[in-house]
């Protein structure tokens, strides 16, 4: 039915928006496109998984874990090879192929470490239960999933809005060198920048290694298209275009999926996005990208 596929659809959107908006928080402060994303959301993953099978933790320790060791990686990414390359006013181009190789380094790295073959969170960490209002059965998993990541996204909207520091990597988006000459700590709020984002990308990757119960190396990779998608779609560097974005996403697959095929998902999905994209190019929310151009 409709409303049960609406549901579906909803916590799946979430964590795209989630991811998304991690993806577009580098790109709208730092100016870059951070391919090592994906890598990110997938060590995330990893990290929650170890912490529950081998310290028996329960799940919002592990999702405190994934925060913190996800984010550590983001910052650690940001001091070694993005600040280096700032320093040297490299091309745009530069960043993109260096988190490239990051990323292949960090698959590569977990491949060796944990197996190709896909690990799974023990069958009693989340409750089996299924809650049912107005015909529609979901989930205490999908309850969980969309609750934390309205709020994850709440919460950055409301810092960025509202408060002083939102309003500090406002100006730092618009213009780096202004904000410094305003005596706003730029570097540091990069590094702020980059932990952030690379935590939330973290999130994300315990959310949907929870929601299809499969951790593997590669598991970032189809993640990261998504998410560049989301984001074009939205407008680059705007975080309600991510959000919507990644809800858009989120409702083409599972629509698709229900109505047409699975193996249509994809299919369905990107060409949607496709044909938004050639009524406006810019996406929903391009005013950024139209006035950097």
Not at 37 to 44: C, L, N, P, Q, V
Not at 132 to 148: K, P, R
Not at 263 to 274: I, N, P, W, Y
């Amino acid at each position: 039915m409709l409303e049960q596929q609406l549901v579906n659809a909803l916590s799946l959107g979430c964590v795209y928006a989630l991811f998304a908006l991690g993806f577009t928080l580098v790109f709208g402060v730092l100016g870059v496109i951070n391919l090592s994303h994906g890598a990110i959301f997938m060590i995330g993953a990893y990290a929650a998984l170890e912490v529950v099978t081998r310290l028996s933790f329960p799940l919002w320790a592990s999702l405190v874990a994934a925060f913190f060791i996800a984010g550590g990686f983001g910052l650690a990414i940001d001091v070694l090879v993005l600040k280096p390359l700032r320093k040297r006013n490299a091309p745009h181009l530069i960043p993109m192929i260096a988190t490239i190789g990051l990323a292949i380094f960090f698959n590569s790295a977990s491949q060796g470490v944990f197996g190709a073959e896909n690990l799974r969170f023990p069958g009693d960490l989340v409750p089996d239960r299924q809650l049912h209002f107005a015909g529609v059965q979901i989930s205490v998993l999908e309850v969980a999933i969309i609750v934390l990541s309205f709020a994850l996204m709440a919460a950055l909207l409301l810092v960025m809005r509202k408060t002083q520091l939102g309003r500090a990597l406002r100006a730092i988006a618009e213009s780096p060198k202004a904000a410094m000459l305003l005596g706003i700590n730029v570097e540091g709020l990069f590094y702020l920048t980059s932990f952030t984002a690379a935590a939330l990308g973290g999130i994300s990757g315990v959310l949907i290694a929870l929601y299809s119960n499969a951790v593997f190396p590669l598991m970032g990779q189809p993640m990261l298209h998504k998410g560049i998608a989301v984001i074009i779609l939205g407008g680059m560097g705007d975080i309600r275009g991510a959000l919507i974005g990644g809800l858009f996403l989120g409702f083409a697959e599972v629509m698709s999926v229900a109505y047409i095929g699975s193996t249509m998902r994809d299919a369905v999905a990107f060409g949607l996005l496709f044909i938004v994209l050639l009524l406006r190019p810019q996406g929903m929310f391009g005013k950024v990208l139209e006035r950097k151009a």
